[in-house]
């Protein structure tokens, strides 16, 4: 691992235009868990797995139950930026990346500092009327009991791509932009498992692809560095200058 951490760190150095794509284990080590795994507890309080809750027909027509698993399941607002959020806007700001694209809606890297964050997942943090298009804070959705409504009536819908909802058109050209342009792509803390997001590291054009992940993913055969573990502690090894 120490002859990887060196060639990355190598490969840092000598980068310009740095895009990091991440998912959910970057923020798992804040302590936001992945909805995707298995942990029992849904089946005990919940009556329908998370992708289907999480799904635009399900809002439509069960928008309460949604609400309460997405009160209890993807606001965690007490959630700090890690290691990992950390590094990456010390790179930004030291003008090594470019950008983040993420697939978390958490915020976490603007918290950490990072100003070119790509969300292409949306954020629990913009909120807004399905009526009026008035914002709302995401405080309003967390107090706010059963169905948030706004004050024309209308309901207050998360802005976070659901499943069966396409990505905003303007975050995915700004991101495969980014990507198509980078000398160096650094992929961490994703399966590479959700679609479309993760076809987007096909536009990647360099020869610097390094893949950081716990567990195997579909593209480490593609990798030109693959270091298999945690984000956090292989970022937090890089020194930036």
């Given at each position: 691992m ?6 990355l760190?190598q490969?840092?150095?000598d980068?310009?235009?740095?895009v990091?794509f ?15 795994s298995?942990?029992?507890?849904y089946?005990?309080s919940y009556?329908?797995?998370?992708e289907e ?7 439509d027509?069960?928008p309460?139950e ?7 399941k993807?606001?965690?607002l ?17 003008g ?11 915020g976490?890297h603007?918290?950490a500092?990072?100003?070119r964050v790509?969300e ?5 943090h913009?909120?807004?009327c399905?009526?009026?298009k008035?914002f709302?804070?995401v405080?309003?959705v967390r107090?706010?009991?059963?169905v948030?409504?706004?004050?024309c ?7 976070v791509?659901?499943y069966e ?6 975050v995915?050209e700004?991101?495969?932009?980014d990507i198509q ?5 650094i992929?961490?803390g ?12 096909r536009y990647y ?6 893949l950081?992940?716990k567990?195997p993913?579909?593209y480490?055969?593609?990798a030109?560095?693959?270091?298999a573990?945690?984000?956090?502690e ?7 200058r």
């Amino acid at each position: 691992m120490k002859d990887k951490i060196r060639i990355l760190q190598q490969w840092i150095d000598d980068s310009r235009s740095i895009v990091f794509f991440g998912g959910a284990g970057v923020s798992t080590e804040s302590g936001i868990p992945d909805f995707r795994s298995v942990d029992g507890l849904y089946h005990q309080s919940y009556d329908y797995p998370p992708e289907e809750i999480l799904s635009r027909s399900f809002f439509d027509v069960r928008p309460g139950e949604f609400y309460r698993f997405y009160r209890d399941k993807m606001l965690c607002l007490d959630a700090k930026p890690n290691a990992a959020h950390k590094k990456l806007a010390e790179l930004e700001e030291a003008g090594k990346l470019r950008s983040v694209v993420t697939q978390n809606i958490d915020g976490l890297h603007q918290m950490a500092g990072s100003k070119r964050v790509w969300e292409l997942h949306g954020s629990v943090h913009r909120n807004y009327c399905m009526k009026c298009k008035k914002f709302y804070p995401v405080e309003f959705v967390r107090d706010s009991e059963g169905v948030p409504v706004c004050s024309c009536g209308g309901t207050v819908k998360p802005d976070v791509v659901l499943y069966e909802e396409s990505l905003n058109s303007r975050v995915l050209e700004g991101a495969l932009a980014d990507i198509q342009n980078a000398d160096m792509l650094i992929i961490g803390g994703t399966s590479l498992a959700v679609y479309p997001a993760a076809s987007l590291v096909r536009y990647y054009r360099g020869h610097r692809l390094v893949l950081i992940n716990k567990s195997p993913t579909p593209y480490d055969s593609h990798a030109d560095l693959l270091l298999a573990a945690p984000i956090g502690e292989v970022l937090s090894q890089i020194k930036v200058r």
